[in-house]
């Protein structure tokens, strides 16, 4: 592995949890070049909520490519976007009451942020962005003044403006109610908040550490906005796309943002995929005002589509979503009751889920233990004091209760290596 050390950058990361080299791929599981196979509790940070190089997805692809048919085209109109437009709509929006357009602003999650930013701002004439206590909004500038982790930021290196952060849910352990900085700041003249054009909010924060805002709270955070003429903005990239359980996570508080972000498992392939959902009378964009090169992959359209036809024709992955939470926050819980001294408490939702440890410095080496028996997961957190769950929605129960039991083993073996 010389070559990674001499040619590619100090920035990389998760390989260095994970030392090996992969080679294949199928369904919850990767294999490296030494015929090790691991079983995939990370799936690509929450890109492959289908698992890896899905049959079905790949025939599509592998069809759609053999016909020499259209790969890269901008914004121009092909067959590959009218189809994935008349199913998204078909089966995701029309089905939920969803009146969005669909913009293409680029093929990252961050693309989809910054697109949202830069719109609400030009709608509303005003610059200002509130966001939330250990939010994660990805990496470029705009999305960066409205993360909350200091590392993150500091690596800008240049000023970050116009973005203010609030309490995120219970952030002040129940002690204030919600909102109510917030609203006094919106109120008083004197506070030094100017009025948002948007607030922009995670239901449950993954980087920040499996932080779940209750249904209650996104609601009247929904009212505070609508009260005071500030749009809404879900940051659904991560969370969306059936990992909470519904396809948007924000469904079942009864919500409906202004602008919503879609990327990673978009395209149900890991192919570089993001959407930006916005109100129709929010559409007040110039003919190329936003715009970038690979706005428009149609391959990506393509596993989009066969993903749409075969997961979210019906309640079945959310029914199968919901009842694999469940099976994991069981054994979570069970964890945490073993080795209370270890655990803190077990968050979660759907199937994105957090073991929260007493001490910052035991999730990597929960994470690293568990590397070692064969599981792949990574930290979340301020500290990376979280050890972070994101399997693949399609696992199936019995790769679910195995990552689980070496979990177990890995809290197990770790505690007891401390305490040694």
């Given at each position: 592995?010389?070559v990674?050390a001499?040619?590619e950058?100090?920035?990389?990361g998760?390989?260095?949890?994970?030392?090996?080299v992969f080679?294949t791929a199928?369904?919850?599981h990767?294999t490296d070049?030494?015929g090790r196979?691991?079983l995939d509790f990370?799936?690509?940070?929450?890109?492959l909520n289908?698992g890896?190089n899905?049959?079905?997805?790949k025939?599509?692809l592998?069809d759609?490519?053999?016909g020499d048919?259209?790969?890269?085209?901008?914004?121009?109109y092909?067959?590959?976007?009218?189809?994935?437009?008349?199913?998204?709509?078909?089966?995701?929006l029309?089905?939920r009451?969803?009146?969005?357009?669909?913009?293409?602003?680029g093929?990252?999650?961050?693309?989809s942020v910054?697109?949202?930013l830069?719109?609400a701002?030009?709608?509303?004439?005003?610059?200002?962005v509130?966001?939330f206590?250990n939010a994660?909004h990805g990496m470029?500038l705009?999305?960066l003044a409205v993360?909350?982790?200091?590392?993150?930021r500091?690596?800008a290196?240049?000023?970050l403006?116009?973005?203010?952060a609030?309490?995120y849910?219970?952030?002040?352990d129940?002690r204030t109610?919600d909102?109510?900085l917030?609203?006094?700041?919106?109120e008083?003249s004197g506070s030094?908040?100017?009025?948002?054009?948007?607030?922009?909010?995670?239901?449950?924060?993954?980087?920040?550490?499996?932080?779940v805002a209750t249904?209650e709270?996104l609601?009247?955070l929904q009212?505070l906005?609508?009260?005071?003429?500030?749009?809404?903005i879900?940051?659904?990239v991560q969370m969306?796309?059936?990992?909470?359980?519904p396809?948007f996570s924000?469904?079942?508080?009864?919500?409906?943002p202004?602008?919503?972000c879609?990327?990673?498992?978009l395209?149900g392939?890991?192919?570089?995929?993001?959407?930006?959902?916005?109100r129709?009378e929010l559409?007040?964009?110039?003919?190329g005002e936003h715009?970038?090169?690979f706005?428009?992959?149609?391959?990506?359209?393509v596993?989009?589509?066969?993903?749409?036809e075969?997961?979210?024709t019906g309640?079945?992955l959310e029914?199968q979503?919901?009842?694999?939470?469940?099976q994991i926050e069981?054994?979570?819980?069970?964890i945490?009751?073993?080795?209370?001294?270890?655990?803190?408490?077990?968050?979660?939702?759907?199937?994105a889920?957090g073991?929260?440890?007493?001490?910052a410095?035991l999730?990597?080496k929960?994470?690293?233990?568990a590397?070692?028996?064969?599981l792949?997961m990574e930290?979340s957190?301020?500290?990376?004091?979280v050890?972070?769950l994101?399997?693949?929605?399609t696992t199936?129960?019995?790769?679910?209760?195995?990552g689980?039991e070496i979990?177990?083993?890995?809290?197990?073996?770790?505690?007891t290596?401390?305490?040694?």
């Amino acid at each position: 592995m010389d070559v990674f050390a001499r040619m590619e950058s100090e920035v990389r990361g998760y390989c260095r949890g994970w030392p090996t080299v992969f080679t294949t791929a199928r369904g919850s599981h990767m294999t490296d070049e030494n015929g090790r196979t691991y079983l995939d509790f990370f799936a690509g940070a929450g890109t492959l909520n289908y698992g890896h190089n899905h049959p079905q997805l790949k025939r599509r692809l592998m069809d759609y490519l053999a016909g020499d048919a259209v790969v890269h085209g901008l914004d121009m109109y092909t067959a590959a976007k009218r189809d994935f437009l008349e199913r998204f709509n078909d089966y995701v929006l029309a089905p939920r009451g969803l009146d969005y357009k669909v913009q293409f602003p680029g093929p990252a999650g961050n693309h989809s942020v910054e697109a949202a930013l830069k719109l609400a701002r030009k709608y509303t004439g005003r610059e200002t962005v509130v966001s939330f206590t250990n939010a994660f909004h990805g990496m470029t500038l705009g999305a960066l003044a409205v993360t909350g982790n200091s590392m993150k930021r500091i690596g800008a290196g240049v000023p970050l403006g116009h973005g203010v952060a609030m309490p995120y849910d219970n952030y002040l352990d129940g002690r204030t109610p919600d909102f109510l900085l917030f609203e006094t700041m919106l109120e008083d003249s004197g506070s030094g908040l100017d009025k948002p054009a948007a607030v922009i909010v995670e239901t449950v924060q993954g980087e920040g550490g499996i932080n779940v805002a209750t249904a209650e709270w996104l609601r009247g955070l929904q009212d505070l906005c609508r009260r005071h003429d500030i749009l809404l903005i879900v940051d659904d990239v991560q969370m969306g796309c059936g990992r909470t359980g519904p396809f948007f996570s924000f469904e079942d508080a009864g919500i409906v943002p202004d602008i919503v972000c879609l990327s990673k498992s978009l395209s149900g392939y890991g192919l570089p995929f993001a959407i930006t959902l916005l109100r129709r009378e929010l559409d007040v964009w110039e003919p190329g005002e936003h715009n970038g090169t690979f706005r428009g992959f149609n391959p990506a359209f393509v596993t989009a589509v066969a993903a749409l036809e075969d997961f979210w024709t019906g309640a079945g992955l959310e029914k199968q979503t919901l009842a694999k939470g469940q099976q994991i926050e069981t054994a979570l819980d069970q964890i945490a009751l073993a080795h209370a001294g270890a655990v803190d408490s077990v968050r979660g939702r759907g199937m994105a889920w957090g073991l929260v440890m007493s001490d910052a410095d035991l999730a990597p080496k929960v994470c690293a233990e568990a590397f070692n028996r064969g599981l792949l997961m990574e930290t979340s957190g301020p500290e990376s004091e979280v050890v972070k769950l994101l399997p693949p929605l399609t696992t199936t129960e019995a790769d679910l209760g195995r990552g689980l039991e070496i979990i177990a083993e890995s809290v197990e073996a770790v505690r007891t290596a401390v305490s040694v």
